[in-house]
């Protein structure tokens, strides 16, 4: 069958050499903006698209879409939280992701964030290119002996468990299937959310965003956690109440706040605002503060997680054109249950 053109939403400057090396140069039309209700138009013709993680695939955006043309949307991402899966299916839209890229590159990050923080290398950075050389507030703690809290126990969350075993602290997870290895050779111990919040003294995010963890961090669960404790989040900015998170961080109930993301993210994260900070008063809280630390939605940036994503978002649009299921699919329309073949 004919390889159709593809049309990338969001393509950055850093991820189009590994679409290039994966899809080749033909067949593909790269644009720097986001898909949303104002720019679907802008696929008009294409019966593939390639969407990222802060594309608008509502439901409105999606019959503009399927009126256009488009029959595929080709997530570059694991999560589809941004997609209207059921409103897909019934317009008869396959929408595919990317559900394993490199676990490794979130994990890892999430892991950067926890010892950035503890160790307060951002303000050691700070002060030496200053020549000053005391130490007296850059005072850490031993990640041994410690306890920390996982929640989501997938690919990512598991191997953040490996990690933090290896430093030598107690785990406790949180799932709702639970992983046998985990408890078995790293002595991972599930637990329910009040009494993971009571217990760890770092608390990593490793989940999807659904109706049931969004805002799974609030002020209730804050309640009940350390005093002094860590949040690290590498998921969904969504899973935490951010304002309620910052009002713990601001009275020190919460004693560290490393994030790669934010729920109001969109139209920032990705962005050079150089030139004009956002109007975002609880974003500019957060980056004031000398115990939080943000990075830009980058714990997927590396150069073995950009490939795989490039492969897989070409596998998936490759197996859609020849009608063969890549196994990475999220609806099921009509078409693809009476034509498509197994890929086996």
């Known amino acids: 069958m004919k390889k159709e053109k593809t049309f990338f939403y969001s393509s950055k400057d850093f991820e189009i050499p590994y679409l290039k090396e994966a899809w080749g140069l ?54 589809y939280d941004n997609a209207d899966i059921e409103k897909a299916a019934a317009l008869g839209i396959t929408i595919a992701n990317v559900p394993e890229y490199s676990p490794y590159a979130i994990a890892e990050h999430a892991v950067a964030l926890v010892l950035a923080l503890n160790r307060k290398l951002i303000t050691a950075s700070r002060q030496v290119q200053q020549h000053n050389f005391t130490t007296g507030n850059l005072i850490g703690f031993n990640l041994h002996g410690k306890t920390a809290g996982i929640i989501g126990t997938g690919r990512i969350g598991s191997i953040f468990a490996k990690i933090m075993h290896g430093f030598g602290c107690c785990l406790l997870g949180l799932d709702i299937k639970e992983n046998d290895l985990l408890k078995e050779k790293y002595g991972l111990k599930y637990v329910d959310l009040p009494d993971l919040c009571r217990e760890a003294e770092i608390i990593s995010i490793h989940t999807n965003l659904t109706p049931h963890t969004k805002y799974i961090i609030n002020k209730k669960t804050i309640s009940l956690v350390q005093r002094g404790m860590m949040l690290i989040n590498t998921s969904r900015g969504a899973c935490v109440h951010t304002a309620d998170v910052m009002e713990a961080v601001d009275n020190g109930h919460i004693g560290y706040f490393g994030t790669d993301v934010y729920e109001n993210e969109k139209g920032i994260f990705f962005y050079d605002h150089s030139g004009k900070a956002p109007e975002d008063e609880l974003l500019k809280r957060m980056l004031a503060h000398p115990n939080v630390l943000v990075t830009p939605h980058q714990a997927f940036a590396t150069r073995e997680a950009l490939f795989n994503i490039a492969e897989t978002t070409f596998r998936n649009i490759d197996c859609w054109n020849k009608r063969i299921h890549s196994g990475n699919e999220l609806t099921v329309t009509s078409d693809t249950a009476n034509s498509f073949t197994n890929n086996t």
Do not use: H, M, Q
């Open 26 to 79: 033909a067949d593909a039309v790269f644009e720097a903006a986001p898909l949303s209700a104002a720019s679907a138009d802008k696929a008009k013709g294409f019966e593939a698209i390639s969407i990222f993680t802060n594309d608008d695939a509502s439901a409105p955006v999606l019959e503009t879409l399927y009126r256009n043309g488009t029959r595929l949307i080709a997530i570059r991402a694991a999560g």
